[in-house]
């Protein structure tokens, strides 16, 4: 299997499918992301993890930021991330930007997306994490 494949068929499956929930569990126990600042953890985790998320399907794709937010919150249990649903925002937001900044295809001055300024991001974010916010880099109170 080549590292699409691996991605593909970890994320097979809804919370439902135990075999495939336990499969990324295991998967996912093997990884370790302590004390790795949010950014860089994710750039190892879609690199460096033995699989590759490109191509996935949206909700596979869903799946596997899941995964990296469990992973990270459970190694850096003190992150001021307050929950997974805030880490797992996080993560497809710098999925989405690293999309839009690095994939030619999304040139901007061709009519593509454009990366969204500072605080059209904060706006973007605003809620994601347990009513809080990343606002220079620092989470803080909505």
Same mark, same amino acid.
């Given at each position: %299997?080549?590292?699409?494949?691996?991605?593909?068929?970890? /994320?097979?499956?809804?919370? #439902? $499918?135990?075999?495939?929930?336990?499969?990324?569990?295991?998967?996912?126990?093997?990884?370790?992301?302590?004390?790795?600042?949010?950014?860089?953890?994710?750039?190892?985790?879609?690199?460096?993890?033995?699989?590759? *998320?490109? @191509?996935?399907?949206?909700?596979?794709?869903?799946? %596997?930021?899941?995964?990296?937010?469990?992973?990270?919150?459970?190694?850096? &249990?003190?992150?001021?991330?307050? $929950?997974?649903?805030?880490?797992? /925002?996080?993560?497809?937001?710098?999925?989405?930007?690293?999309?839009?900044?690095?994939? #030619?295809?999304? $040139?901007?001055?061709?009519? @593509? &997306?454009?990366? &969204?300024? #500072?605080?059209?991001? *904060?706006?973007? %974010?605003? @809620?994601?994490? %347990?009513?809080?916010?990343?606002?220079?880099?620092?989470? *803080?109170? $909505?």
């Amino acid at each position: %299997m080549n590292k699409v494949q691996i991605a593909d068929y970890l /994320a097979t499956g809804d919370e #439902k $499918d135990v075999y495939h929930s336990e499969l990324r569990a295991e998967y996912m126990a093997k990884i370790d992301l302590t004390q790795v600042d949010f950014a860089k953890a994710f750039r190892i985790f879609v690199s460096q993890s033995g699989f590759h *998320v490109g @191509g996935l399907e949206s909700q596979r794709l869903n799946r %596997m930021s899941l995964c990296f937010a469990e992973v990270y919150l459970r190694d850096n &249990p003190d992150c001021e991330i307050h $929950d997974a649903y805030g880490a797992d /925002a996080l993560a497809q937001s710098l999925l989405f930007i690293h999309t839009i900044k690095f994939n #030619k295809a999304n $040139d901007s001055g061709r009519g @593509g &997306p454009r990366l &969204p300024s #500072k605080q059209d991001y *904060v706006a973007m %974010m605003r @809620g994601q994490n %347990m009513k809080k916010t990343t606002k220079n880099g620092k989470l *803080v109170e $909505d």
